[in-house]
T-cell receptor, first 111, second 118 residues
């Protein structure tokens, strides 16, 4: 069965710093998604990556996908406190409509 | 416009009881998903509807769980003989098209129903 692993699971960083969250998945998939979840809230879609080499950017967040390495990264540039949240990646299992989510990365940006 | 809504927001029930959770998707969205999220975990896929039919129900944990979407909009997740292990937040999401839907597959999540089985 497809497994999706994120690391780190917890990340505490200073404002203004850069960091990368990694999402590895275990079997073939051509679609990967990133979501944000604030405490006690539901999930908000950030990025949809549909092909190998896809790169998308929104503000201080940039996501990329390498389907050959089965790896996606979410890069944070010059972090600000408002980015504190839990970030999930999700992969669509090939041949199905089943989305598998990672365990999430809890990000805390310190002022 | 209106987003995905779910009712009730919280549900407390006793072990062995039957519960129904409701999801109102965004108007015009043909795809609807149910997920279950336990504390500190990512959402766990339960079932996917395309229109009125369940296109993938492989995530339903056992036959106590059942979901319907009779008119292709509102969906109800039904849990029979609830167990304490069913306690979780149940999330519903909708998208304009289903998975692999040529870029219109972004899922919009509802606020969830927090189910507690005592």
């Amino acid at each position: 069965e497809l497994k999706v692993e994120q690391n780190p699971l917890f990340l505490s960083m200073q404002e203004g710093k850069n960091y990368t969250i990694y999402c590895n998945y275990s079997t073939t998939s051509d679609r990967l998604y990133w979501y944000r979840q604030d405490p006690g809230k539901s999930l908000e879609s950030l990025f949809v990556l549909l092909s190998n080499g896809a790169v998308k950017q929104e503000g201080r967040l940039m996501a990329s996908l390498d389907t050959k390495a089965r790896l996606s990264t979410l890069h944070i540039t010059a972090a600000v406190h408002d980015l504190s949240a839990t970030y999930f990646c999700a992969v669509l299992t090939s041949g199905t409509y089943k989305y598998i989510f990672g365990t999430g990365t809890r990000l805390k940006v310190l002022a | 416009g209106a987003g995905v809504s779910q009712t009730p927001s919280n549900k407390v029930t006793e072990k062995g009881k039957y519960v129904e959770l409701r999801c109102d998707p965004i108007s015009g969205h043909t795809a609807l998903y149910w997920y279950r999220q336990s504390l500190g975990q990512g959402p766990e896929f339960l079932i996917y509807f395309q229109g009125t039919g369940a296109a993938d129900d492989s995530g339903l944990p056992n036959d106590r769980f059942f979901a319907v979407r009779p008119e292709g909009s509102v969906s109800t997740l039904k849990i029979q003989r609830t167990e304490r292990g069913d306690s979780a937040v149940y999330l519903c999401a909708s998208s304009l098209t289903g998975a692999r839907g040529a870029g219109q597959e972004t899922q919009y999540f509802g606020p969830g129903t927090r189910l507690l089985v005592l």
